[in-house]
């Protein structure tokens, strides 16, 4: 089932759109968020949609043809090197990181933290609880909100990297 409006609204209203200029989503899936993230971006910025099924990707890329699209979440990195976008300032997730083995959360982690600059979003949706101190080990800030408006009703993490010390 599609995310709702209220989780929609819950997972955009972080962000400075003003001044993103690059994004990234994880699991786009029916590309509720996708679609979201396509109306609000800057005309200078670039987004990239991961999703791994392809009949999935291929329909999303039809309906948003301005945005960048790649299979697997797990190559961030790469992706972002064949686009041309430098650090992300914000990261859309979807994942259902509780399904997933220990080792493929890290690899995730890890591309995500990497991705980011100074200051940056990790925003993601989960169902439960379980992510929170995986994510509070990697990033200085989370916070989490509740959206009991969607089905199932849903956890959304706000995780902000570390600033640049000077």
Avoid at 37 to 46: E, K, T, Y
Wanted: net charge neutral; hydrophobic share 45%.
């Amino acid at each position: 089932m599609p995310s709702s409006r209220y989780l929609t609204r819950k997972m955009m209203a972080p962000v400075d759109w003003s001044r993103v200029r690059g994004v990234a989503e994880l699991g786009a899936g029916t590309g509720v968020f996708t679609r979201e993230i396509g109306r609000r971006l800057h005309p200078d910025a670039q987004a990239v949609v991961f999703e791994a099924d392809a009949a999935m990707r291929r329909r999303l890329q039809a309906e948003c043809p301005d945005l960048h699209y790649w299979g697997d979440a797990t190559e961030l990195t790469p992706a972002l090197k064949q686009f041309g976008i430098g650090q992300l300032d914000v990261v859309f997730s979807g994942l259902p990181f509780a399904n997933f083995e220990q080792d493929l959360r890290d690899k995730l982690l890890s591309e995500v933290v990497d991705s980011l600059q100074p200051g940056g979003l990790f925003i993601a949706f989960q169902y439960s609880l379980q992510m929170k101190k995986q994510l509070e080990e990697r990033f200085a800030s989370v916070k989490i909100g509740f959206v009991p408006m969607n089905v199932p009703p849903a956890f959304v993490y706000i995780c902000q990297k570390q600033e640049d010390a000077w």
